[in-house]
């Protein structure tokens, strides 16, 4: 959150409200669920409406008498306040400490800190003196001092880089101890303020849970059930990447308040673990608002409720709306939006084929077309590597019932309706906004994992280096925890404002982890238009075919407003966002397919089912239901979000891919649009409940004690169908799969510690000059290099190419690489090399719709696009300072090119060749031109600048920003590719 100014906002008058006494110690066995303002709102009858203010703002509860003048004291004296912040007081001891057996071999990170909360004071003395609340960023120097260190690193060392995750705190190392209720106590370490909650009943349990996720996160699981429900500009201000954000969620997920509510009663009813789940879920929601009502009463609530005009800082006016199940199902949807899903971009797709075709006739189109989606390419790497083949999502031989959009047709479906002052104008603004409005559109990379059998360790167990990459924000949308209670034992992280359970983490013999699968799930039907009236139909209808019944779209509204506060100056503004639905699912474009007009509809397994996977991750935390690989894999099919997931305990490990697979009619090809007739629906679709057929679970992806296992993103197995472009003979699990590879193959029994620096010599590697460079050194020393710009250019790259292709700093803290002019020249050459590769072949017009549905580049800076492609989201999008990089590029294209060119075997090549019309002396000149192009840019061009970075600064254009979600802000690290939360273990016995 960046702030407008340093001063406080004007007074704003008192809004009456409901008083609601506050049970101090209630029953151990009695919820406390104090009652919203607007609670007659919120009972069943009510529910069929939406009950939110339209704008987003929410009913608060306000307990407490005001002392205006202790508060205006606080503020005023924020100096003297920040340095005199009483530390809290230890206890005289901990609960004991569930059963371990990892030995103390296990080991955690998630910067930049646990503590995510603070205080007005806080906020405004971070600001002016450079305080801050303890544990906000003290899990942040260790995170980035690894990228320095790693290349000599030992065992024991390792505690110098990942906290200590064994279960409980030593008595010595309590910092806090505190019991909400009789029945549960939270301990905090000094190390890291990490909350370890322990209950004697399951209620108090999920009650600390509950209480601690408030203490830590209340201000982000506060924006984030806004932004589930396309509510940010409302609630955290006018900016235009809070609009563009909301916009993206509501486009994606698009709920009445009713429907978010059916969701908690359809999830919930299910059985007796879904039973467990709404009391686990209640406990924890109980746990928040107590918190709640505690911190407005003392007037030690975040610090951005007065910034952002949600309390009056002077006066305490103003509130915080209690937390209900259905922010729960909010929250779930953000996650899910974000990390679990895949498919839909048929549409990309589809415009990529027409392109082909267009330039190179139907059937030479088709082959083109085929072998850029790279469907099954024998060359791409795959986390199961013993030959397992599970089909899912592969285009048929004769596909039935494609609709291909007419050339020039589609047209996105406008969102933004009635639109006011700010509303009106998509212009950036200055406020930077909470969060990154293209955080859901840009496309994303997310998670890594390295895990080998104990076959090949120096103990005899297996050892997993593993975790999320979801971003790097302050706070972090991931919390730490652990949760011991009646069938609950495990500790890790979890996100903020769903971590009832611990949803990556450890257990009491077993750890696991997941990364972003995104298998297809997600299909695009082209929806015939018609009128009730007769009328003759165009693009603008708002009816469509239903079975051969003309049926009304259903609208689906929401209405935002906002005005400046001292956090967002963006001046007032309003619109309604509008999503049309139709049994297909919500339609995202219209346009023609043999010229009838059509919507363009995205129709996602998981939409309506957001919380589903409160089972899977229930089993995950109880030592009773997970005990070995079967066990394992038996929760993880519990969880319809779609992972990979893998699992290790001292003596097996394990994988398994979730996700609700629907099964697609037979010749329907997913990876293009499909005609909405009954013929292609998913079979035993029901589009009331938006369900479906499955693939069973013992179709899905799954392996037990493979040697070792690695996953980036990368294809699962063989037989997995592409739910896009670009998993092909280069992507970044190779840099996982060589290291360990070569590990386990090497004869040299594997540690945590060498997994680690496999981990970490991956996460500082360039891809491309790995794995694609080697190529492009090949075809220009071809012959001999005579131009001396030209022969020095080569020069630099082969030398940083053979010292391993690193962007790493010379020394920690020089802020400067080591082969910085290399790694200038590679950047700028990337994006003119691909273009000058592959456009004279291709032409304008494929070349821009395969940018559209592959960027050519992600660079660690976002930067070096190249030439963007068509449609309303770029998929050139760059996202600046997010650490993930090289997931999303055409690496796998140019490799595969240049080495057709070469003559040398290519398996699964692409149809024809580009560099040079397949000539290698002609595709020697290419890359030379425009090597010679690139070397020739400068520092200042080729990085130039931003609000974080001055034009020119290599290293501070790779680097990791944490994200402000809030007032305290953090420091730039240097850059790693590498999961944001992760786990280094080694169990050492099993239950």
Known sequence: MHLRTPHLRKYRPHVPHLHVPHPDTPHPDTPVRPVPRNAAARSAAARTADARPADGTAAAVRPGPRRPRRRAAAVLAVAATVLALAAPTPSAGAPAAATDLCGGRCLDILPPGENGNATLADILGNRAFGTRPAHTDDQLAPYAALAQAYPTLTAAQLSGFFNDASFGVPAGQVADSITPRPDVTIVRDKATGVPHITGTTRYGTEYGAGYAAAQDRLWVMDLFRHVGRGQLSGFAGGAAANRQLEQSFWQAAPYTEAELQQQVDSTFGTGPRARQALADAQAYLDGINTYIDKVYRERTFPGEYDLTGHIDWFTNAGGIDHFQ???????????????????????????????????????????????????????????????????????????????????????????????????????????????????????????????????????????????????????????????????????????????????LGRGQDYAWSATSAGQDITDTYAVPLCTTDGSPVTLAANSYLWHGTCTPMERLERKNRWAPTTADGTAAGSYTLVMNRTAYGLVSARGTVGGQPVAFT???????????????????????????????????????????????????????????????????????????????????????????????????????????????????????????????????????????????????????????????????????????????????????????????????????????????????????????????????????????????????????????????????????????????????????????????????????????????????????????????????QVLLDSLQQAAGRTAAQVYPGDADCAAGDQWCADTIVQRPLGGVTDARSTWQNRPTYQQVVQFQSHR
Not at 394 to 416: F, I, K, L, W, Y
Not at 633 to 645: G, K, L, P, R, S
Not at 834 to 854: I, K, S
């Open 602 to 924: 995205s129709l996602r397994s998981t939409y309506r089912h957001e919380a589903d996977s409160i089972v899977g991750f229930q089993m995950l935390n109880d030592p009773a239901a997970v005990h070995d690989p079967a066990s394992f894999q038996q929760a993880a099919q519990n969880i319809n979000y779609t992972f990979n997931w893998f699992y290790a305990d001292s003596a097996h490990t394990a994988y398994y891919n979730s996700g609700s697979n629907p099964v697609r009619a037979d010749g329907v090809d997913p990876g293009l649009p499909v005609l909405a007739q009954p013929a292609y629906e998913w079979l035993d679709f029901d589009p009331v409940a938006n369900t479906a057929r499955y693939t069973p679970a013992d179709r899905h992806p799954q392996s037990v004690d493979q040697d070792y296992y690695i996953s980036w993103n990368n294809k699962q197995a063989d037989g997995v169908g592409p739910a896009g472009f670009g998993n092909g003979s280069v992507h970044r699990g190779d840099l996982l799969d060589d290291r360990v590879k070569a590990l386990v193959t090497s004869g040299t029994k594997v540690g945590r510690t060498a997994l680690v620096q496999a981990m970490e010599s991956a996460a500082l590697t360039d891809l491309r000059a790995e794995d694609v460079l080697p190529d492009l050194l090949r075809v220009i020393r071809g012959a001999p290099v005579t131009d001396p710009a030209q022969a020095a250019a080569v020069q630099k790259l082969a030398a940083w190419q053979a010292a391993g292709g690193l962007r790493r700093e010379t020394s920690a803290g020089s802020h400067v690489y080591a082969d910085a002019e290399a790694i200038r020249i590679l950047d700028a050459w990337w994006p003119l090399l691909a273009e000058a590769e592959f456009r004279p072949g291709m032409g304008d017009q494929l070349f821009a719709a395969l940018t559209g549905a592959l960027q050519i580049n992600e660079s660690p800076s976002g930067g070096q696009s190249g030439p963007l492609g068509g449609g309303p989201v770029s998929a050139n999008e760059s996202v600046p300072h997010k650490g993930s990089a090289f997931q999303y590029g055409w690496w796998s294209y140019v490799d595969k090119d240049l080495r057709s060119v070469l003559g040398e075997p290519v398996a699964g090549p692409l149809a024809r060749p580009f560099c040079g019309g397949g000539d290698p002396a002609a595709c020697r």
């Open 325 to 503: 199940l259905t922010d729960l199902v909010a929250l779930a949807s953000v996650v899910g939006a974000l990390f679990g899903s895949g498919g839909g971009g048929e549409l990309a797709s589809a415009q990529v084929k027409s392109a082909a075709g267009a330039t190179y006739g139907p059937a030479a189109g088709d082959a083109l077309w085929t072998s850029l989606r790279e469907p099954d390419d024998p060359e791409a790497v795959r986390t199961l590597h013993d030959g397992q083949s599970f089909p899912y999502a592969q285009p048929p031989a004769n596909p039935r019932g494609t609709a291909r959009p007419d050339p020039g047709s589609v047209v996105p479906e406008p969102m933004v309706q009635d639109a006011t002052g700010t509303g009106a104008s998509a212009a950036p603004t200055a406020a930077a906004g909470v969060l990154p409005g293209n955080l859901l559109t840009a496309k994303h990379g997310m998670s890594n994992a390295l895990v080998v059998s104990g076959k090949y360790t120096d103990d005899g167990h297996p050892v997993a280096v593993f975790g999320p990459q979801t971003g790097y924000f302050a706070p972090q949308l991931l919390m730490l925890e652990e949760l011991q209670g009646p069938g609950i034992s495990a500790r890790g992280a979890a996100f903020a404002g769903l971590s009832f359970y611990v949803e």
